[in-house]
């Protein structure tokens, strides 16, 4: 018989109840301890409390819990985020790590995150024009402020410090050139000098010339195994061009790719016209007084004859492989006459002589392959279709004009928004892999080689990149790449960008013209208080040979005398064998150019009236006498007298003062000459300055003679 189990009672089930509700208190507190320990370890090892402990190290200082156990937060206070549908000031955390950032100067420590912040002057000071605690960090750098590991603040997601420029742009988008943001600036001009407008838009640039020359008539210039040599590759049959390759030079080219450039060429002397009506020139001309000439009058401020070199506007390597010479000595003589449809090059008023000499010059230039023409099975009307086909589809009208093509879209997309794109937005087709998901990344390779995306890739003609390729230097491929980052609608709050003023539409209206036509070639420009060297210093080393800077140009030249010199162009600086040319400007270009000049002098008011009836006779009796002691006439040239100095030694023409000058500047000028161009070798006559800019008389009553010597030259040099 088996033993039957002894029933348990009430008191003996109570205590083992108990004892299990012991053992899981226990067992949970336990739990509970070692959650506690760890997580007091895993906060004592948190990475800002980690950084910190570091710095402090570092810096030399002395660890304690005021520096190495708390957050640091930050006030944005010009930063508001939307919180429960009120604009609150944001808070941002990055000082926690990143204390060298938040003292003022910060030790040199080194490396991130515990380098102190550059440029504290100008970026984070408190007496800087970008405060932290007004802008904070956020709005510059990107990434989420209110984290403080670095996965959760998201530094993949910042921009390198490379591109940091293109934050500037969310707030000072109403300037072409950045203050202190001298890579975003570089992007921006090579966007006008590449052409890039020719496909696409962006809200600032939307009346830009054409940089590529017309192409109606080309027959005129060039043959057709030219053409043919230079749209199959033109860097090699003109290292340093601009002109980018529309067929990838790294690898031989289909019998499709050879049908699209013969067409191309076919379409294009289709249009032909007739010869121009220019008589030969009579006699070749000196092909060393060519080169001179090439030098002294100016065109190596446009220019070079250097293969390789990648001067602003083409390089004439090569020119006797391309140019003939009827052709040349037309546009040298009337660049307009030449083209129907309107030219950027000026007319230097060359001598036929001269045209004969440069014409020499460089028709002996013929670096380089002779042209070849390229095969083509197809002939006739179907490769003028081809052609035609060809030329809509990698959009040439965007650079060129072409009959037909004058009023076509543009073949590329807007960029005004292409920085506010998520990576998910950019096809890396082939590259996915191969080169970091970044955008930036993305941006550099485009500008590369856009065609590598496709390589290996099944596609239709249709759906595979057109954009060209761009000899582009590895710097100038990161400039492009940080404006490209720039440009997007969600950057700063209006409440930081700087507003938009007249003075600024006046500005960026007339630099588009300025940069356009490569002023800058010979004239040295000043944006925002930074010079802009001319290009001609290269091949012109005596800096009393140049044209005049353009600093302050629009504070101390009537603008009715600027006006009326850019519109018929005439001597005012004899000794100069550079010339000033003459542009054919419009009326509306005109007056953007003398606007632009008028806000790049600043706040400066209407012109000082001057009414020469009200002149004492003993003031300009005074005046003559002070011209006179001064001798002024033996460095200014006088209507058309000429000093007895070298010709580097002579000074403008003194007799177009009252047409020419501001009453206002002139006073300013002869007070302190030094001030406005340091160098000048015009002399102090009035006043002699210290190095703290303060005056002393140098002739009695320099005030009055001041003023008697001006009343003079405004009332007896017309």
């Known amino acids: 018989m088996t033993d039957m189990p002894t029933p348990m009672n009430d008191d003996d089930f109570e205590r083992r109840l108990a004892g299990r509700y012991r053992l899981l208190s226990g067992i949970c507190a336990l739990l509970f301890l070692f959650s506690v320990i760890g997580l007091i370890v895993h906060d004592s090892r948190r990475?800002?409390?980690?950084?910190?402990?570091?710095?402090?190290?570092?810096?030399?200082?002395?660890?304690?819990?005021?520096l190495h156990s708390a957050l640091i937060p930050l006030l944005a206070e010009e930063i508001p985020e939307d919180l429960h549908f009120a604009a609150t000031p944001a808070f941002e955390y990055c000082l926690t790590c990143h204390q060298g950032c938040g003292e003022t100067p910060g030790p040199l420590v080194s490396p991130n995150p515990y380098k102190p912040h550059p440029q504290d002057s100008l970026y984070t000071g408190s007496g800087s024009p970008h405060p932290a605690e007004r802008f904070g960090c956020v709005v510059c750098h990107g990434g989420h402020g209110v984290a403080v590991s670095f996965r959760s603040a998201g530094h993949f997601k910042m921009l390198p410090l490379t591109y940091t420029q293109a934050s500037c742009l969310d707030c000072h988008r109403n300037n072409i050139r950045v203050p202190q943001a001298p890579l975003l600036s570089r992007g921006r001009e090579l966007y006008y000098q590449n052409g890039c407008a020719g496909c696409?838009?962006?809200?600032?640039?939307?009346?830009?010339?054409?940089?590529?020359?017309?192409?109606?008539?080309?027959?005129?210039?060039?043959s057709p195994a030219w053409v043919n040599a230079w749209i199959a590759s033109p860097e090699k049959v003109k290292p340093g061009t601009r002109m980018p390759s529309f067929f990838d030079p790294a690898r031989a080219r289909t019998p499709g790719e050879n049908l699209e450039i013969a067409g191309i060429t076919e379409f294009l002397f289709n249009d032909s016209l007739p010869p121009l009506p220019v008589s030969p020139l009579r006699e070749r001309g000196d092909t060393a007084r060519g080169r001179q000439l090439f030098q002294e009058v100016g065109?190596?401020?446009?220019?070079?004859?250097?293969?390789?070199?990648?001067?602003?506007?083409?390089?004439?390597?090569?020119?006797g492989n391309k140019l003939g010479a009827q052709w040349l000595e037309a546009w040298l003589k009337?660049?307009?006459?030449?083209?129907?449809?309107?030219?950027?090059?000026?007319?230097?008023?060359?001598?036929?002589?001269?045209?004969?000499?440069?014409?020499?010059?460089?028709?002996?230039?013929?670096?380089?392959?002779?042209?070849?023409?390229?095969?083509?099975?197809?002939?006739?009307?179907?490769?003028?279709?081809?052609?035609?086909?060809?030329?809509?589809?990698?959009?040439?009208?965007?650079?060129?004009?072409?009959?037909?093509?004058?009023?076509?879209?543009?073949?590329?997309?807007?960029?005004?928004d292409e920085g506010d794109k998520r990576i998910e937005d950019f096809d890396f087709g082939a590259l996915k892999g191969k080169i970091p998901l970044q955008k930036w990344s993305y941006f550099e390779q485009v500008l590369d080689n856009p065609r590598a995306f496709d390589t290996g890739l099944k596609k239709s003609r249709a759906s595979r990149r057109r954009m060209p390729i761009f000899a582009l230097s590895s710097e100038d491929k990161k400039a492009l790449a940080c404006l490209l980052l720039a440009e997007r609608q969600s950057g700063a709050l209006?409440?930081?960008?700087?507003?938009?003023?007249?003075?600024?539409?006046?500005?960026?209206?007339?630099?588009?013209?300025?940069?356009?036509?490569?002023?800058r070639g010979c004239h040295t420009l000043f944006r925002f208080g930074e010079a802009l060297t001319a290009d001609i210093r290269a091949s012109i080393k005596d800096t009393t040979l140049l044209p005049p800077s353009l600093y302050l140009e629009g504070k101390k030249v009537k603008e009715s005398w600027t006006y009326s010199f850019l519109d018929s162009v005439f001597i005012v600086r004899p000794w100069l064998k550079v010339r000033m040319p003459s542009f054919g400007f419009s009326a509306d270009t005109l007056d953007r150019i003398i606007k632009h000049f008028a806000a790049e002098a600043g706040p400066q008011g209407k012109e000082a009236y001057f009414d020469p009836a009200r002149v004492s006779p003993k003031s300009i009796a005074l005046g003559k006498k002070l011209f006179t002691d001064f001798k002024c006439q033996t460095c200014h040239v006088k209507k058309g007298f000429?000093?007895?100095?070298?010709?580097?030694?002579?000074?403008?023409?003194?007799?177009l003062t009252p047409q020419r000058m501001r009453v206002e500047w002139c006073v300013l000028w002869l007070q302190n000459p030094q001030k406005y161009v340091p160098g000048t070798r015009m002399p102090d006559y009035f006043?002699?300055?210290?190095?703290?800019?303060?005056?002393?008389?140098?002739?009695?009553?320099?005030?009055?003679?001041?003023?008697?010597?001006?009343?003079?030259m405004f009332t007896q040099l017309k």
């Not at 990475?47 to 005021?66: D, I, N, V």
């Not at 086909?389 to 072409?402: E, W």
């Not at 700087?498 to 006046?506: F, H, M, N």
């Not at 209206?509 to 036509?517: H, K, N, P, Q, T």
Request: glycine share 8%; aromatic share 8%.
């Open 299 to 319: 065109c190596t401020g446009c220019h070079s004859v250097v293969p390789g070199e990648r001067p602003a506007v083409s390089n004439l390597a090569g020119s």
């Open 494 to 519: 209006p409440s930081i960008r700087v507003a938009s003023t007249s003075r600024d539409s006046a500005f960026n209206r007339g630099d588009e013209m300025l940069l356009s036509r490569n002023c």
């Open 200 to 222: 696409h838009s962006m809200a600032y640039a939307d009346s830009l010339p054409r940089t590529g020359p017309p192409l109606r008539g080309i027959n005129r210039k060039v």
């Open 687 to 712: 006043y002699d300055w210290d190095e703290e800019g303060r005056p002393a008389a140098i002739i009695p009553d320099a005030d009055k003679a001041l003023l008697a010597i001006r009343d003079y």
């Open 642 to 655: 000429t000093p007895d100095r070298p010709r580097d030694q002579w000074a403008p023409d003194i007799a």
């Open 47 to 66: 990475e800002w409390k980690t950084y910190q402990k570091t710095y402090a190290r570092l810096a030399g200082k002395q660890t304690g819990p005021k």
């Open 334 to 416: 009337k660049p307009a006459a030449c083209s129907p449809s309107g030219v950027l090059m000026p007319d230097f008023r060359l001598t036929q002589g001269e045209r004969a000499d440069i014409a020499a010059f460089l028709l002996d230039r013929k670096e380089g392959p002779s042209p070849a023409p390229v095969f083509s099975p197809v002939h006739g009307k179907d490769l003028r279709q081809a052609g035609e086909k060809a030329v809509r589809f990698y959009g040439c009208y965007g650079c060129h004009l072409i009959k037909g093509m004058e009023n076509e879209a543009l073949p590329g997309g807007t960029l005004d």
